[in-house]
C-alpha cells in the first residue's frame, strides 16, 4: 500500500468524533453495561419499564432516553444524611480492584487494575498522621495482580491466590505473605484449587478462605479450608477442609469481631473471559448482587443475620470496625432493570455487632466501587476504586485513585 495521504480535515474531524464516540462506547460496554446471557433475573423487568415512562428526567442520551436518570426504590439512593468531605492527596496511582489492609497509622494499597488491558504489581503505603502517601514497594511477580483475598495478624500481611494479570484473565493458587517490617516475602502452601477474590480473615490462630468464584470465574465457589499460621508461617503443609459457607461467590467483606467470623454481601457470577479471546478480553455474563450477612461462632455452622440494606458487592476492603460497628463505604448493588448497567453505591452502612442489625449513617461525596477504606483518630478515609458518572447517573464511569475523609461520629 502507498504511504497514506494525510486526510482533508472535512474528513478527519467528523472521523476522530465518529472514532472518540466508538471508543467511548466499548470502554463504556466494557465496564458497565451488559452483552451476553444477561437475563433480567429476578422478573424485575415490567414494574422497571413502568417506572422507566413515568421517568422525570428530561436528559437525552443517544437512543436510550428513557432508562436512565430514575430508579424506583430498590435500585435508587437510600436516603441518608450527606457528610462533610475533605480531599486528602490522591494515590500514586488509579485503582479498580484494589486491595488493602491498615495496620496502625498506614494503609497498605495492593495491586489492582488501572484500566482493564493494565494491572499493578507493587503496594503504594499512605500515612494517616502525615496525611501522604510515604511508601511504595513491588510485589513478587508471580503473585496475583486482583481479585486477592487479603488479612493482616498487625505485622504480617497475607495476600492469598487471585486472578493473575489482566482482562479477565485466569487465577493462581500460590499464596504470598509480606513482613511489613523487613518487606520480605515468602510463600505460602498453595489452595488445592484457585479462586477469584474469596473471603479471607485470621480467626482462632488460622487462616480461613471461603467462598470466591472458580476458576471459571464466574461459577460461584462454596468450599471454605484453613490453614494454622504464626507470625508470617504456615504451620501445617496442608489446607484443611472446613464447612462450606451457605452462598458463595466472590468481592465481600469478611471480618473478625468478638472472636466471631462475619461474611456480608458479595455476588454470584462476574464478568468472564470470551471464549478463545487470546487476551481474555473480559465479557459481561448475568450476576445476582445479594447482602446477605452470615456468622460462624463455634466454627461448625453458619448463622444467618440480618441482611444489608440493599444488596452490595466489591466491598472486601471497603470496611473499619469503630466502636464495635462495622462501617462499611460504596459497592456496587443490583444492575440497572433496563439498561443492565451496573449501579454503584454511595451510602455509607453501620452493622452494630452488638445488636446484629444495620443501618445506613451517611452518603459519601459520589458513588464508587472497590474503595479501600481506613479508619485513624476519628477519621474515616476511603481511597481508590470506580467512581460514578454524577450525581444522577450511578453508572461506573472513571477508575480512580482520589483519597477523602470524614470526621465520623456514631
Ligand atoms: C422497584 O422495582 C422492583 C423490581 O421490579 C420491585 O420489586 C419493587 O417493588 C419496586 N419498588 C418500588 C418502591 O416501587
Ligand atoms: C506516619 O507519619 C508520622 C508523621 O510524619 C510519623 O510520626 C509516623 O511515624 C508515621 N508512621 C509510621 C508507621 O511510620
Ligand atoms: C467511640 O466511643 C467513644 C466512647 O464512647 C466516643 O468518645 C467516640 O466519639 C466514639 N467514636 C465515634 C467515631 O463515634
Redesign the pocket.
Known amino acids: 500500500m502507498a504511504a497514506p495521504k494525510p486526510l482533508s480535515p472535512r474528513f478527519a474531524v467528523p472521523l476522530a468524533i465518529a472514532l472518540l464516540l466508538a471508543l467511548g462506547l466499548v470502554a463504556d460496554f466494557l465496564w458497565s453495561s451488559s452483552s451476553s446471557s444477561g437475563t433480567s433475573g429476578r422478573g424485575q423487568l415490567a414494574s422497571a419499564s413502568r417506572t422507566a415512562t413515568a421517568k422525570k428526567s428530561g436528559r437525552a442520551r443517544g437512543k436510550k432516553p428513557a432508562a436512565e436518570g430514575y430508579l424506583n426504590a430498590t435500585y435508587a439512593d437510600i436516603p441518608a444524611p450527606r457528610w462533610d468531605w475533605e480531599e486528602m492527596p490522591a494515590a500514586p496511582v488509579p485503582r479498580l480492584d484494589g486491595y488493602s489492609v491498615q495496620i496502625g497509622d498506614l494503609l497498605y494499597v495492593f495491586a489492582g487494575y488501572e484500566n482493564l488491558d493494565h494491572v499493578h504489581s507493587h503496594v503504594d503505603v499512605y500515612n494517616f498522621t502525615s496525611n501522604t502517601w510515604t511508601g511504595r514497594f513491588d510485589m513478587p511477580k508471580e503473585m496475583a495482580n486482583s481479585h486477592l483475598g487479603i488479612v493482616t495478624d498487625g505485622r504480617y500481611i497475607y495476600a492469598l491466590t487471585g486472578q493473575f494479570g489482566p482482562q479477565c484473565r485466569s487465577p493462581i493458587n500460590r499464596n504470598f505473605v509480606v513482613d511489613t517490617v523487613t518487606k520480605e516475602w515468602h510463600e505460602l502452601p498453595p489452595l488445592a484449587v484457585p479462586r477469584y477474590a474469596p473471603a479471607t480473615q485470621l480467626w482462632r490462630g488460622r487462616l480461613h478462605v471461603m467462598g470466591g468464584g472458580k476458576e471459571d470465574r464466574h461459577e460461584p465457589g462454596l468450599e471454605h479450608w484453613s490453614l494454622a499460621v504464626k507470625d508470617g508461617k504456615a504451620l501445617e503443609n496442608e489446607w484443611r477442609t472446613e464447612i462450606p459457607i451457605p452462598r458463595g461467590g466472590p468481592h465481600r467483606a469478611c471480618i473478625v469481631a468478638n472472636d466471631k467470623l462475619f461474611v456480608i454481601g458479595g455476588q454470584e457470577g462476574d464478568f468472564m473471559a470470551k471464549p478463545g479471546s487470546p487476551i481474555f478480553k473480559c465479557v459481561r455474563r448475568h450476576e445476582v448482587v445479594y447482602g446477605d450477612v452470615y456468622m460462624l461462632d463455634d466454627g461448625n455452622k453458619w448463622k444467618q443475620l440480618s441482611p444489608m440494606p440493599k444488596p452490595n458487592s466489591h466491598i472486601e476492603c471497603a470496611w473499619v470496625i469503630?466502636?464495635n460497628s462495622v462501617i462499611i463505604v460504596g459497592g456496587t448493588t443490583e444492575k440497572h432493570p433496563i439498561t443492565k448497567k451496573m449501579i454503584l453505591v454511595g451510602e455509607v452502612f453501620r452493622f452494630d455487632l452488638d445488636t446484629l442489625t444495620w443501618s445506613v449513617i451517611g452518603r459519601m461525596p459520589f458513588r464508587i466501587k472497590t474503595a479501600l477504606a481506613g479508619y485513624w483518630d476519628?477519621w474515616l478515609y476511603f481511597t481508590s476504586g470506580q467512581r460514578d458518572r454524577g450525581p444522577d447517573n450511578p453508572a461506573p464511569k472513571k477508575v480512580v485513585g482520589c483519597t477523602w475523609r470524614t470526621k465520623?461520629?456514631?
Open positions: 469503630v466502636n476519628g465520623l461520629h456514631l
